[in-house]
């Protein structure tokens, strides 16, 4: 695609509820990371995939939180009973994937996520 | 570690020059990011530069690394109104190629 989709770009939901959030990276990009940003704080890394290789969950803040890529494309973010401090904007990029300085991350829009 | 700072605020005049500066720990720093972010919108790449350059210039914008004192500044010459954003510094490090670590962000405001 034309550049890096993300959906949907707002949810609202109840402390509690599981959502997922979804990500499409730029077709033929191996490498898609997802970040929050909470407010006024900056990107915070959860979790990296790259090709067919083992995801780098490292960034995921509990249990709740896990990710899934399909086909190595599309992604979904899961979080499980979602509370009040999971509310934040959440960010995917995609990449070439190379180690260079070719690989530049292009972000999608993000999704306002608010626990209520 | 790998701490990535930034001042939150700068307020300049429209023609004026901006300098956002950013500092971090991690001397394996291999490349050194600047993303800009419009409201409602997802970071844009606007440069960066590699750990062993000092300088690079971009038509309006220059980025100066100090290694030595671990400091990235980006230099917005002529700012104009459109270049109000939050400015991101982000670094890439050696030993976990996977990961870019973020600053908080310097939100620029452009006074007309």
């Known amino acids: 695609g034309a550049g890096v989709s993300q959906s949907p770009s707002n949810k609202v939901t109840e402390k509690g509820k599981d959502v997922e959030l979804r990500c499409d990276p730029i077709s033929g990009h191996t490498a898609l990371y997802w970040y929050r940003q909470s407010l006024g704080q900056g990107l915070e890394f959860l979790i990296y995939?790259?090709?067919?290789?083992?995801?780098?969950k490292s960034g995921l803040p509990s249990d709740r939180f896990s990710a899934e890529r399909t086909g190595g494309s599309v992604s979904t973010l899961t979080i499980q009973r979602t509370q009040q401090e999971d509310s934040a904007v959440y960010l995917c990029?995609?990449?070439?994937?190379?180690?260079?300085?070719?690989?530049?991350?292009?972000f999608g829009p993000g999704t306002r996520l608010t626990v209520l | 570690g790998e701490d990535v700072e930034q001042s939150l605020f700068l307020s300049v005049r429209e023609g004026d020059s901006s300098v956002i500066n950013c500092t971090y720990t991690d001397s394996s720093s291999t490349y050194l990011y600047w993303y800009k972010q419009e409201p409602g919108a997802g970071l844009q790449l606007l440069t960066y530069?590699?750990?062993?350059?000092d300088m690079k210039q971009d038509q309006r914008l220059t980025v100066l690394l100090n290694k030595k004192d671990k400091h990235l500044s980006l230099r917005i010459a002529d700012t104009q109104t459109g270049d109000s954003a939050i400015y991101f510094c982000?670094?890439?490090?050696?030993?976990?190629?996977?990961?870019?670590?973020f600053g908080s962000g310097t939100k620029l405001n452009v006074k007309p």
């Open positions: 995939f790259q090709g067919n290789s083992a995801p780098d």
């Open positions: 990029a995609s990449s070439q994937g190379g180690s260079g300085d070719t690989d530049t991350q292009y």
């Open positions: 530069i590699f750990s062993n350059m």
């Open positions: 982000a670094e890439r490090t050696r030993y976990n190629f996977n990961k870019f670590y």
